[in-house]
């Protein structure tokens, strides 16, 4: 898969600490680890992306 234009790095991501970056193309949103840009790229639909980031806003997935 290949995503045009920027890749913006996590601002949680420390220098030191696991880090990814996510961009996008035209029908998907890639995630991949900042210090193995080659070593693949999740891809999600810009819906299902959206309700993963809901879900993070919405504390979903935090540690019960």
Request: aromatic fraction near 10%; charged fraction near 35%; hydrophobic fraction near 30%.
């Amino acid at each position: 898969m290949k995503i045009e234009g920027d890749w913006r790095k996590s601002s949680y991501s420390g220098p030191e600490s696991n880090c990814v970056e996510v961009g996008s193309g035209p029908a998907v949103v890639g995630v991949r680890d900042t210090k193995d840009r080659d070593g693949g790229t999740l891809a999600f639909s810009r819906q299902s992306w959206r309700a993963f980031l809901d879900g993070v806003r919405r504390r979903r997935f935090d540690a019960r």
